[in-house]
T-cell receptor, first 114, second 114 residues
Framework: NAGVTQTPKFQVLKTGQSMTLQCAQDMNHNSMYWYRQDPGMGLRLIYYSASEGTTDKGEVPNGYNVSRLNKREFSLRLESAAPSQTSVYFC????FGAGVYEQYFGPGTRLTVT | AQSVTQPDIHITVSEGASLELRCNYSYGATPYLFWYVQSPGQGLQLLLKYFSGDTLVQGIKGFEAEFKRSQSSFNLRKPSVHWSDAAEYFCAVGGTQAGTALIFGKGTTLSVSS
């Protein structure tokens, strides 16, 4: 049981390049999320998917797109990377039911845009 | 507006001393409350959570937190700090609906002096 996995762990991009961050969970959770973490800012929500087939914008969606490929996988795409997107990106998944709300995080992807 | 405030950006505590990290929240509905810990270069680990019932909740690593509805607070405590507790701590609030993302505070960095 791997929990939430993210690839790659590290990435360096040049301004204008594109890339996709991959996330997968094996806990059969319905909901998945992408956050970014910047120093002194805590974690801010980029996009989320409450259930398979749905996606919604979070607090900081500009410059990003997402795809909920199936129940397990939720990818984040940067179409044209900018230095302001240098950050640590965390994927998370959650389940709600019977009074339980659990949110689990992946190990993060450290992205640098030069 | 929904928000989480962690008033202390950085705290230094002597090893063996007690610790209290403050968290105040603003949330329009019944909140679920969480504390996460992040060691340098690592992902987020859940320390404890509050959903309902007893307002004093116990977590891992000897941490506890007390929910005070009248003060909109969820402060984290530990009676005796160990050097390994040095990390960044995040308070977060979430809703009771499926797919609700967490709102994070900006974090408190804990340093432990010998």
């Amino acid at each position: 049981n791997a929990g939430v996995t993210q690839t790659p762990k590290f990435q360096v991009l040049k301004t204008g390049q594109s890339m996709t961050l991959q996330c997968a969970q094996d806990m059969n959770h319905n909901s998945m999320y992408w956050y970014r973490q910047d120093p002194g800012m805590g974690l801010r929500l980029i996009y989320y998917s409450a259930s398979e087939g749905t996606t919604d914008k979070g607090e900081v969606p500009n410059g990003y797109n997402v795809s909920r490929l199936n129940k397990r996988e939720f990818s984040l795409r940067l179409e044209s990377a900018a230095p302001s997107q240098t950050s640590v990106y965390f994927c998370a998944s959650s389940e709600f039911g019977a009074g339980v709300y659990e949110q689990y995080f992946g190990p993060g992807t450290r992205l640098t845009v030069t | 507006a929904q928000s989480v405030t962690q008033p202390d950006i950085h705290i230094t505590v002597s090893e063996g001393a007690s610790l209290e990290l403050r968290c105040n929240y603003s949330y329009g509905a019944t909140p679920y409350l969480f504390w996460y810990v992040q060691s340098p270069g690592q992902g987020l680990q859940l320390l404890l959570k509050y959903f309902s019932g007893d307002t004093l909740v116990q977590g891992i690593k000897g941490f506890e937190a007390e929910f005070k509805r009248s003060q909109s607070s969820f402060n984290l405590r530990k009676p005796s700090v160990h050097w390994s507790d040095a990390a960044e701590y995040f308070c977060a609030v979430g809703g009771t609906q499926a797919g609700t993302a967490l709102i994070f505070g900006k974090g408190t960095t804990l340093s432990v002096s010998s």
